[in-house]
Every structure is written in C-alpha cells, then in structure tokens.
C-alpha cells in the first residue's frame, strides 16, 4: 500500500504563474515531510521540508502548506521558471517512532514553458 | 556535492551474474541507504544502515544483500541479476534518522540484459 501519494504524474505550467504540486499521505504516524527534485541523470536534491508541529514553510520562491486533518502537503513555486522543470518527489518520515526512514512518493514530473 | 560517489555510473550485465554497486561517502555520516528508481514506483528504499555491520532491509529487499564494514563504503550486491533488477540505483547519506533530509549520490545505471 502506498502511504505516499503523489497523483499527478505530470504537471505544466507558464512561465511566472505559480506550480502548485500535491501529496497525500496515509500514515497518521508521520511527522516530518520533505519535497526533493531531480533532474534527468542526477541525484534528487533536498529542496523544503515542515514538521507537523507547522502548517506551512518558506523559502524563496518555494512554500509547503500542510493540512494534518486531510493528510494533504502541497508545494507552491511562484512564480515558476524554465529551470524549475524536473521531477519534484514527496516524502515523509515518522521521526518520532519507528519508521525514521523517508517514504517517497511516484514524482510529478513539472514543465515551465517559456 | 557533499561528498557522496557511487561507481559505476553505468552498468550492463548479464542475467544470472553477480553485481556489486559502491557508495562511498567522505561526510562521516552514520546512515546509509540504497534506493531504486523505477517509472511509476518513484523512489524504493532497498536496504539501509546505521552504522558499521550495521544494516537492516527496506520495502524491496528481495534478491538483494548489502554490507559494510567501514563507515565510509556501504556495497549493494545482486547476487544473480535478474532483468526485474535493470533500474537506476541512488545511494544516500544523512547523519541523524531525523536529519533535514538525505544527500543522495549522482545514481547507478543498471542494465540486466
């Protein structure tokens, strides 16, 4: 069963309008999420994280919003550029427990257009 | 990059032959993971450790083995590769479980013809 969930297999966006990419999460026990992306023949790269204990995170152009009661995380990139084109993956850890290692989602694959 | 290397970059073996991949890191980190890449399945953990001698299965374990014995290396070995086996492979690092997230390697290219 897949406790991550990353629906959106493919998302595109106009360059300087906002990406807003989702996660939903089944296992009530996490408490910390993290958003990577990768790019074609590399390694993924951390990019945001929140703990449970917030609701939302800034960095820069980059924000996750957490909604603990629906299970759903959300990655918003505004506003978008060419270089934001990768495959963004959702993971999610119970650090306070035993599952401390990161549940990754499918990836959503994000094209900005010029 | 932090310091992370995994060799070789690309690989094409036969089936039924063994295969060995190699993490080698220069952080220190006590924890090391072994994913697996595959489209539709994103990233599968395999194996990881927590520290020399130390290791413990992930959610696709089956038809892999792992060791370490210094805290610098952690080797993944397909003892017989089988095609299910072709995928790309990402080495990772961190210091705590509870780090700010993991520093994966550039990735393996395996091909199990």
């Known amino acids: 069963d897949q406790q991550v969930k990353q629906n959106s297999p493919s998302l595109s966006v106009q360059e300087g309008r906002i990406s807003i990419l989702n996660c939903d999460y089944t296992n009530s026990m996490f408490d910390y999420f993290l958003w990577y992306k990768k790019y074609p023949a590399e390694g993924p790269t951390f990019l945001i994280s929140?703990?449970?204990?917030?609701d939302k995170n800034e960095d820069g152009r980059f924000t996750v919003f957490l909604n603990k009661s629906a299970k759903h995380l959300s990655l918003h990139i505004v506003p978008s550029q060419p270089g934001d084109s990768a495959v963004y993956f959702c993971a999610a850890a119970n650090y306070g427990g035993s599952q401390g290692n990161l549940i990754f989602g499918k990836g959503t694959k994000l094209s900005v257009k010029p | 990059d932090a310091g992370i290397t995994q060799s070789p970059r690309h690989k094409v073996t036969e089936t039924g032959t063994p295969v060995t991949l190699r993490c080698h890191q220069t952080?220190?980190?006590?924890?090391m993971y072994w994913y697996r890449q595959d489209p539709g399945h994103g990233l599968r953990l395999i194996h990881y450790?927590?520290?020399?001698?130390?290791?413990d299965k992930g959610e696709v374990s089956d038809g892999y083995s792992v060791s370490r014995s210094k805290t610098e290396d952690f080797l993944l070995t397909l003892e017989s590769a089988t095609s299910s086996q072709t995928s790309v492979y990402f080495c990772?690092?961190?210091?705590?479980?509870?780090?700010?997230?993991?520093?994966f390697g550039s990735g393996t290219r395996l091909t199990v013809v």
């Open positions: 990772a690092i961190s210091v705590l479980v509870s780090d700010y997230g993991y520093t």
């Open positions: 450790s927590y520290g020399v001698k130390d290791t």
């Open positions: 952080e220190n980190h006590r924890y």
């Open positions: 929140i703990s449970s204990i917030k």
